[in-house]
Nanobody
Framework: QVQLVDTGGGLVQAGGSLRLSCAAS????????MGWFRQAPGKEREFVAAISSIDFTNYADSVKGRFSISRDNAKNTMYLQMNSLKPEDTAVYYC?????????????????WGQGTQVTVSS
């Protein structure tokens, strides 16, 4: 059983930066595709970014050029560096793991989820 703990959220002004972390335990981290999703109040959970087992990355159009996903297999940890934050980035951010290892962008393709961390961007 894989357990994910996502941390690093907080309150930041527009234009600021935050780095989210997702620590994994159980399973073989290096073989998983890892992803970030977010859910704003009243909206569905949406894809933000993903990194495959061979470090191929993919981003939602809304965050391209501002967010960067990475992983450290030695630490069983994934990161999301968020720069130039906007108020519309405000949401609960969830990390997720998919055991297939390929590039996945749909919520249903992920097997395990973190508890979520709140990101609030003030204008």
């Amino acid at each position: 059983q894989v357990q994910l703990v996502d941390t690093g959220g907080g309150l930041v002004q527009a234009g600021g930066s935050l780095r989210l972390s997702c620590a994994a335990s159980g399973g073989i981290f290096s073989t998983y595709t890892m992803g970030w999703f977010r859910q704003a109040p009243g909206k569905e959970r949406e894809f933000v970014a993903a990194i495959s087992s061979i470090d191929f990355t993919n981003y939602a159009d809304s965050v391209k050029g501002r967010f960067s996903i990475s992983r450290d297999n030695a630490k069983n940890t994934m990161y999301l560096q968020m720069n130039s934050l906007k108020p519309e980035d405000t949401a609960v951010y969830y990390c997720a793991a998919a055991t297939g290892g390929l590039m996945y962008v749909r919520r249903g393709e992920y097997n395990y989820w973190g508890q979520g961390t709140q990101v609030t961007v003030s204008s």
